[in-house]
């Protein structure tokens, strides 16, 4: 039977830091270009909800339009006046509004940018295709609104004004803000042969949230993680499989719902075996450009559970034989990657909570968040293979017993001797990662139940191959006495978007100017501190913090990651302690 629990859509509750955000509705948003006599649409948001950015606030007047290229710098308002004038702009929405709408006066945006990922979506692909485009309000923001043209119709735009044109622009929108319950959906099958204990499930995830039409994403994931209940329950009822374990399936608002179901019950949230993620699994990989990814947690957080759902899903695929019959090959591109984040699995996956979460994804796409993300892109052949990984990786350790466990451990052992020899002729910290990666992951079989005795074999016999090879191991400074020791106030990643940060706004504008040109500054700055804020756990030195980041990605960020803990720890998420090495300390799991 589903089961619904629900938390507060407000704007104002937050659960383990992270903002509930409110409800929002519209009933009419219309843009219409004004050139003297001649009146052209611009926006619709009854024929297009993309054309609208969300969240918009109502409005209703008649403004000149002004081009600003980008917006999210101070320095692009030098000699211009955006004063009561729309401002068309590629920059990021939430900056723009900053920086024009709230400090300058502008009435509000025309937006025309969108996320390019050469060489599947370059400024040439898809130009009349509209981007998804969202206003993320903080407790007590103050809001505005704006709309969204494709990049062709942007640069018409921008072209007549170039030319001396005088445009004004006609804007119509009726939407309300109100408080509302945000439902998390799951369901369970299963769990025949023990008691109804969180302790055994396993954890199917997908996200519910995106607009009209997001067919990729991601109702794709949702629909694959439907089917796989439908296809594990089907099994369990003609007797054709005996889950002993419960296999649970949650559908919630991307990121936000994952938090909330964590603050409801935190022990309950760390304690499923293991989990998988389903995230933009539908892909027609030729329309889309898309490869079929397995994405790897931090090689610190490393477990079982990515080596299992990598041999399922090499099982999994349609395999093509050659032209004279012996060989075969994939039709699918597949690959597997390092850890980036930015969907519900690195909740999951944060040390602090501890659930082994891989996830599964179809990326690039050349239509991600876009107007053009409709049902012809998905493909049913994509969506099968999604749902036989994630039905046989959960139908696997439902049912696992001393078989399946003794298979899996030396799966999970030659699986990393294997990732240590492609690792050994590579440059940098590439073979001491996968062998602390191999070592990591065989010490999370214990949440299956094999045996610590086991478990040590194992890890000794890794050991000796290491060994045998010369692969040495990670270095591992141990840090004296009068070390900076960083410590967490929440089990959970902080919100990627700092404006919505709990004292976000308390801080100095030039201090959160400062930072926010800081991350400009460093390549994949949200990763770097991603992985900085996992492996914080209370014990560890920020000398030692360092060296993780700098295992798992062979880049030394120091200064960065000792001025991210510096910004968290003027917002209260974290402290700097002085002291010497202790026990690592359990963070603070309180919701407000």
């Known amino acids: 039977?589903?089961?619904?629990?629900?938390?507060?859509?407000?704007?104002?509750?937050?659960?383990?830091?992270?903002?509930?955000?409110?409800?929002?509705?519209?009933?009419?948003?219309?843009?219409?270009?004004?050139?003297?006599?001649?009146?052209?649409?611009?926006?619709?948001?009854?024929?297009?909800?993309?054309?609208?950015?969300?969240?918009?606030?109502?409005?209703?007047?008649?403004?000149?339009?002004?081009?600003?290229?980008?917006?999210?710098?101070?320095?692009?308002?030098?000699?211009?006046?955006?004063?009561?004038?729309?401002?068309?702009?590629?920059?990021?929405?939430?900056?723009?509004?900053?920086?024009?709408?709230?400090?300058?006066?502008?009435?509000?945006?025309?937006?025309?940018?969108?996320?390019?990922?050469?060489?599947?979506?370059?400024?040439?692909?898809?130009?009349?295709?509209?981007?998804?485009?969202?206003?993320?309000?903080?407790?007590?923001?103050?809001?505005?609104?704006?709309?969204?043209?494709?990049?062709?119709?942007?640069?018409?735009?921008?072209?007549?004004?170039?030319?001396?044109?005088?445009?004004?622009?006609?804007?119509?929108?009726?939407?309300?803000?109100?408080?509302?319950?945000?439902?998390?959906?799951?369901?369970?099958?299963?769990?025949?042969?023990?008691?109804?204990?969180?302790?055994?499930?396993?954890?199917?995830?997908?996200?519910?949230?995106?607009?009209?039409?997001?067919?990729?994403?991601?109702?794709?994931?949702?629909?694959?993680?439907?089917?796989?209940?439908?296809?594990?329950?089907?099994?369990?009822?003609?007797?054709?499989?005996?889950?002993?374990?419960?296999?649970?399936?949650?559908?919630?608002?991307?990121?936000?719902?994952?938090?909330?179901?964590?603050?409801?019950?935190?022990e309950r949230a760390r304690a499923p075996i293991a989990a998988v993620n389903l995230d933009m699994v539908g892909q027609d990989q030729e329309q889309c450009g898309s490869t079929f990814l397995l994405e790897h947690p931090p090689c610190f957080a490393a477990s079982f559970a990515e080596e299992l759902l990598l041999r399922i899903r090499a099982e999994a695929v349609d395999w093509v034989p050659s032209y004279s019959g012996p060989g075969h090959y994939s039709m699918t591109r597949m690959a597997e990657v390092p850890y980036s984040g930015g969907s519900d699995h690195y909740v999951l996956i944060d040390p602090a909570t501890g659930v082994p979460c891989p996830m599964l994804i179809q990326w690039p796409d050349r239509f991600y968040h876009s107007s053009h993300d409709t049902p012809d892109k998905t493909s049913p052949a994509s969506l099968a293979l999604a749902v036989r990984c994630a039905a046989t990786y959960a139908g696997f350790l439902a049912c696992a017993g001393a078989a399946e466990r003794a298979w899996l451990l030396g799966a999970v052992r030659r699986g990393a001797e294997v990732r240590m020899l492609r690792a050994a002729d590579a440059p940098g910290p590439a073979a001491a990662r996968e062998r602390e990666r191999g070592r990591r992951a065989l010490a999370s079989l214990g949440r299956i139940g094999v045996a610590p005795d086991a478990i040590a074999g194992a890890d000794r016999a890794l050991t000796a191959f290491a060994d045998r090879e010369g692969l040495a191991p990670p270095a591992d400074p141990i840090a004296g006495p009068g070390a900076t020791r960083p410590r967490r106030a929440l089990p959970v990643p902080i919100h990627s978007q700092r404006h919505l940060l709990p004292g976000w706004r308390r801080l100095p504008r030039e201090r959160r100017e400062a930072w926010e040109e800081r991350m400009a500054q460093v390549a994949d700055a949200q990763t770097i501190a991603d992985l900085a804020w996992y492996a914080c756990d209370g014990a560890r030195a920020l000398d030692e913090i360092i060296r993780l980041v700098a295992l798992e990605t062979g880049r030394d960020e120091a200064d960065f990651i000792a001025e991210f803990f510096a910004l968290t720890t003027a917002l209260g998420l974290s402290e700097m302690r002085e002291e010497a090495a202790c026990s690592p300390a359990a963070p603070d799991t309180a919701t407000r």
């Open 1 to 266: 039977m589903p089961e619904i629990e629900t938390v507060p859509g407000d704007g104002r509750t937050r659960c383990l830091g992270h903002l509930m955000p409110e409800g929002w509705a519209c009933d009419r948003a219309e843009a219409t270009l004004l050139d003297g006599a001649g009146r052209e649409r611009l926006a619709d948001y009854v024929a297009e909800k993309l054309s609208l950015i969300l969240r918009s606030a109502p409005a209703r007047g008649r403004y000149a339009i002004i081009v600003i290229e980008d917006g999210t710098r101070d320095e692009d308002y030098r000699g211009v006046d955006v004063r009561g004038r729309v401002v068309l702009t590629r920059g990021a929405v939430q900056s723009v509004h900053e920086r024009a709408v709230v400090e300058r006066g502008a009435a509000g945006i025309l937006y025309d940018g969108r996320r390019l990922v050469p060489p599947v979506r370059d400024a040439f692909d898809d130009p009349g295709a509209l981007a998804y485009t969202s206003f993320w309000w903080g407790e007590d923001d103050p809001r505005g609104w704006g709309f969204v043209l494709s990049p062709r119709a942007g640069e018409r735009l921008r072209g007549r004004i170039r030319s001396g044109a005088t445009l004004e622009l006609d804007v119509a929108i009726e939407s309300r803000a109100f408080p509302i319950p945000i439902p998390l959906v799951s369901t369970r099958v299963g769990g025949s042969g023990r008691a109804a204990r969180a302790t055994d499930e396993i954890l199917v995830l997908a996200h519910l949230c995106h607009p009209e039409p997001s067919a990729n994403d991601n109702a794709s994931g949702v629909a694959a993680a439907l089917e796989t209940a439908r296809v594990l329950a089907a099994l369990a009822e003609r007797g054709a499989l005996t889950l002993e374990r419960p296999v649970r399936f949650l559908w919630v608002p991307e990121m936000t719902g994952t938090y909330a179901w964590l603050a409801r019950d935190v």
